[in-house]
């Protein structure tokens, strides 16, 4: 059931962005930019508030279903509401205690919201449930240097880009790495 539900929020997004592309293509000099972007921006919207919509009516219809409760908290980091996403991946994070994406993402929440002792106790733990996990010690990093701890936040970014620093987490621990020497 939740693959059809999220290949039918795929499809709803793709719909609107084809609609909207296709509606475009009446009289285009009659559209500056800025029209184009707000529509473009309502579409997107629209798909999102689509999204949650979805993702609630999971979660109630399955209050366990920590997978629903990580989707709806990634939908609201997305758009911003932080606070709301750090609720729902709290929720998903109690349900699957080892979901290092969802903590990984819960401890980014709270450095965005000005949490930074929540943030590193998060992500600290992300480090313990899965070591080998990259992009959580790229984040501890981050948590780190907020707090203006840049011992801690280089340990963290050295870490990260030891594992594999050709990959795209490992360059943006290195570019950190040089630019807090």
Same mark, same amino acid.
């Given at each position: ?6 290949? *039918?929020?795929? $499809? $709803?997004?793709?719909? *609107?962005?084809?609609?909207?592309? @296709? ?6 000099? %009659?559209? !500056? ?38 989707? *709806?908290? %990634?939908?609201? @980091?997305? !758009?911003?509401? @932080? ?11 109690? $349900? ?20 930074? %002792?929540?943030?590193?106790?998060? *992500? ?13 010690? $790229? !984040?501890?990093? @981050? ?23 050709? !990959? ?14």
């Amino acid at each position: 059931m939740s693959k059809k539900i999220i290949i *039918l929020v795929i $499809l $709803l997004i793709i719909g *609107l962005g084809a609609g909207y592309y @296709f509606g475009m293509g009446k009289k285009p000099e %009659d559209r !500056s930019r800025k029209t184009e972007a707000e529509a473009s921006g309502k579409n997107q919207q629209a798909a999102m508030d689509e999204a949650i919509k979805v993702f609630k009516e999971r979660i109630a219809a399955d209050p366990k279903d920590a997978e629903a409760a990580g989707r *709806l908290a %990634d939908i609201y @980091f997305e !758009s911003g509401k @932080f606070e709301e996403a750090i609720s729902e991946y709290k929720k998903a994070v109690k $349900l699957n205690p080892k979901d290092i994406d969802s903590i990984n993402d819960l401890g980014l929440a709270y450095i965005y919201v000005g949490k930074m %002792d929540d943030a590193v106790s998060e *992500l600290t733990k992300g480090t313990k449930i899965d070591p080998m996990y990259q992009r959580v010690w $790229l !984040s501890l990093g @981050f948590a780190y240097i907020s707090k203006n701890n840049k011992i801690e936040a280089r340990k963290a970014w050295q870490r990260a880009a030891a594992m594999d620093p050709a !990959s795209p987490i490992g360059k943006e621990a290195n570019k950190f790495l040089e630019r807090f020497k």
